[in-house]
């Protein structure tokens, strides 16, 4: 089971925002995090707990492995501003964190 | 480029059947595996199933487990989902999307369930 916090979070544009992400059991690296907009697929950020998908700013980034992680947006832009999930897919069934909502 | 285009979904009744399909380009379809993934509205994200490179391997969440089949035809570029005895929690946006740590995700086709 993943889980996420905080539910919602509200922050301003320039701002930091740090969102967590904690699973029931071990993934050991096997972590991934996206963001959904209304209307669109998600779309993938970080896997491996902690690299970059292809075209992601630098500005996101990821840590942590075993239980517990992390991403940190370091300075928030108006088009950060959506649903994030985690995703581990260490162990079937592979399973989603049920989302943090950053929002202004 | 790597698109992703799902067709198939429709307005089904309770107990009733659906195929999706995925239609893949822009990569070498056969070397990745491939997933389902739904998301029922205003709901968040739920992995359905994983089909590995060559279809030996398949992984079903538990609750779709005897009701859902999913299949892959190389030569085709294709994948496909085939949903049995629908129920109304069957009601979502399916999304196939590419490999485990999903980088390309199609558009998603609307399945609805309901009498």
């Known amino acids: 089971v993943m889980t996420q916090s905080p539910a919602t979070l509200s922050v301003s544009p320039g701002e930091r925002a740090t969102l967590s992400c904690r699973a029931s059991q071990s993934v050991s690296g096997a972590l991934a995090w996206y963001h959904q907009k209304p209307g669109q697929p998600p779309r993938l950020l970080m896997y491996?707990?902690?690299t970059r998908a292809t075209g992601i700013p630098t500005r996101f980034s990821g840590s942590g492995s075993g239980t517990e992680f992390t991403l940190t947006i370091s300075s928030l832009q108006s088009e950060d501003f959506a649903v994030y999930y985690c995703?581990?897919?260490?162990?079937?069934?592979?399973?989603f964190g049920p989302g943090t909502k950053v929002d202004i | 480029e790597v698109q992703l285009v799902e067709s198939g979904g429709d307005l089904v009744q309770p107990g009733g059947s659906l195929r999706l399909s995925c239609a893949a380009s822009g990569f070498t379809f056969g070397t990745y595996s491939m997933s389902w993934v739904r998301q029922a509205p205003g709901k968040g994200l739920e992995w359905v199933a994983n089909i590995r490179q060559d279809g030996s391997e398949k992984y079903f969440e538990d609750s779709m487990k005897g009701r859902f089949t999913v299949s892959r035809d190389n030569a085709r570029n294709s994948l496909y989902l085939q949903m049995n005895s629908l129920k109304s929690e069957d009601t979502a946006m399916y999304y196939c999307?590419?490999?485990?740590?999903?980088?390309?995700w199609g558009q998603g086709t609307p399945v609805t369930v309901s009498s």
């Open positions: 999307a590419r490999g485990v740590e999903l980088a390309f």
């Open positions: 995703q581990q897919y260490n162990n079937w069934p592979f399973t």
């Open positions: 491996g707990a902690s």
